[in-house]
């Protein structure tokens, strides 16, 4: 079983900054890529940010120069560094991560979302 735990939303004000963070435990050879994503109600679930297990980055072009993904491979941890929020940014953002379970196995994995604010 794996488990991911994001934290670090809340509510800030337009401009502001956040960090996200997103620890991955459980039992399993290794992590593959990972993931931010952000939904708001009524939308579909939207990729914000993605990272290799090589550290090559991609963003959506909304929070391109604005967010910063990275992950630390040793501590099983995601990270996003979000400036220059504004409010639409506001949404509960989730990580998700490939991970692989045995030689042969790959399987998604979701965190349980964390609400972001963004005030005018």
């Known amino acids: 079983q794996v488990q991911l735990v994001e934290s670090g939303g809340g509510l800030v004000q337009a401009g502001g900054s956040l960090r996200l963070s997103c620890a991955a435990s459980?039992?399993?050879?290794?992590?593959?890529?990972m993931h931010w994503y952000r939904q708001t109600p009524g939308a579909q679930r939207e990729l914000v940010a993605s990272?290799?297990?090589?550290?090559?980055?991609n963003y959506a072009d909304a929070v391109k120069g604005r967010f910063t993904i990275s992950r630390d491979k040793d501590k099983n941890m995601l990270y996003l560094q979000m400036n220059s929020l504004n409010p639409e940014d506001t949404a509960v953002y989730y990580c998700?991560?490939?991970?692989?379970?045995?030689?042969?196995?790959?399987?998604?994995?979701w965190g349980q979302g964390t609400q972001v604010t963004v005030s005018s």
């Open positions: 998700n991560a490939i991970v692989r379970i045995d030689a042969t196995l790959y399987r998604s994995y």
């Open positions: 459980g039992t399993f050879l290794s992590i593959n890529a």
């Open positions: 990272i290799t297990s090589g550290g090559i980055t």
